[in-house]
């Protein structure tokens, strides 16, 4: 069927941050990665006493990085791609700026002792707003397919309700901020999973001539969705079972075989499909990792900065910097020597997070201090070089 957008092209200015979704969400989102790397880095190395929202400053840095930056990222890609997949105008102008304002002030109030109601209104009304501009054109066009998507961020919103809601009791929290890890995790997977072997295919043909038939997976892939589900339970309630290490190995084990087969050579050769492969990459770590923690307990949060500092920090940023440069009328095969280089640093910043306190156990406090130095200096450098086109005009003079 074929779908014609069902809008008019506004007239375009000069300002355009708030003409599509991913302009002020990545623009935010990669300035808060960089900022929180901050305050993160100067609280962990005792160079400041965080007086947040939060009883801890550990819950109040895994909610920013989950519900803060990668909410932020998930609202700026799902805006953008769901006018593709609709060919329905989504949230622009003053009621993506409205959006943008509610995900702004809930941080700035989380930074605050007194904060945490106004910055779970902010959320609530945040997360309820997005989910339903971003459901409203999937029911209007009935592309049904899309709803499995959908309900994840659905689900991003509850889990950020409770979050806030059992703030107090921090091993209940923290349960909540786990259970929105995996919502994000499942989200990349399912994202990984449409969108990699499509442009390690279409890399192949543009630059090497090569026509490529990678497999998707199909079956694999409906045996993964019912162990995740049977994962997600295990792991946020039974999480030193051994049935949950074996959930979890069998899912190391499944998207490790995906991960195999779509390792050609022109990957490594991209950094917007490495950067996509090697995220996918830290998410099969991730399930190993979490798989041997019953008998190694300490792996058991490696696995979640497997997650997070790795498939969360590479796929965001990859995907960001296509997308951006895809939506502004720019070349996606040709990103620049720079996008290598902070993707890098992020590469970099995931190994050294989650592999080196396994080699190097009692240079913890130093790893993860390195580590956030090349997280900041990847996203800082992102969003310097990125944030005039997320302000300024397509270069081909269309509105979006």
């Known amino acids: 069927m074929n779908i014609h957008l069902s809008w008019q092209q506004p007239k375009v200015g000069r300002f355009a941050l708030f003409y599509l979704g991913f302009r002020p969400f990545f623009f935010l989102a990669s300035l808060s990665a960089a900022l929180l790397g901050v305050i993160w880095l100067l609280s962990f190395s005792g160079g400041m006493t965080l007086n947040t929202a939060w009883p801890t400053p550990a819950l109040w840095h895994g909610h920013e990085m989950i519900f803060g930056f990668g909410m932020a990222v998930i609202a700026g890609f799902l805006l953008t791609a769901i006018r593709n997949w ?89 349960t909540a901020l786990l259970f929105g890890l995996l919502l994000v995790v499942a989200i990349l997977i399912t994202m990984i999973h449409r969108v990699l072997p499509f442009f390690i295919e279409k890399a192949a043909q543009m630059k090497q001539g090569r026509h490529l038939q990678l497999p998707r997976g199909k079956n694999l892939q409906k045996w993964n969705l019912v162990l995740f589900l049977a994962f997600t339970v295990g792991w946020l309630f039974w999480s030193s079972h051994p049935v949950t290490a074996f959930i979890a190995l069998l899912l190391a084990l499944l998207n490790g075989w995906l991960l195999a087969r779509w390792a050609d050579r022109v990957v490594f050769h991209e950094p917007l499909l490495w950067s996509l492969w090697a995220g996918y ?120």
Request: avoid cysteine.
């Open 86 to 174: 609709t060919q329905i105008q989504t949230l622009h102008r003053w009621p993506l700026a409205v959006l943008t304002g509610l995900w702004l002030g809930a941080r700035i109030a989380n930074l605050f002792a007194e904060g945490r109601i106004l910055a779970a209104v902010l959320d609530a009304l945040f997360g309820i707003m997005l989910a339903v501009a971003m459901s409203w054109p999937i029911i209007q066009t009935r592309q049904w397919a899309q709803i499995g998507l959908i309900s994840k961020v659905w689900l991003l919103v509850v889990a950020n309700f409770f979050s806030y809601w059992l703030a107090d009791d921090p091993a209940q929290a923290r």
């Open 281 to 400: 990459a830290f998410i099969v770590l991730g399930f190993l990792l979490i798989a041997f923690s019953s008998v190694f307990p300490a792996t058991n949060w490696l696995g979640v900065h497997a997650f997070g500092a790795g498939a969360m920090g590479l796929t965001t940023l990859g995907m960001m910097i296509r997308v951006t440069l895809g939506h502004t009328g720019r070349n996606v095969f040709q990103p620049g020597q720079l996008a290598s280089a902070m993707l890098a640093l992020v590469l970099i910043a995931g190994i050294v997070r989650v592999l080196g306190p396994l080699l190097l156990p009692y240079q913890y406090t130093l790893l993860v201090a390195f580590s956030l130095v090349l997280w900041i200096l990847a996203f800082g450098l992102f969003w310097l070089t990125y944030a005039p086109m997320w302000l300024r005009p397509r270069i081909d003079g269309h509105y979006g």
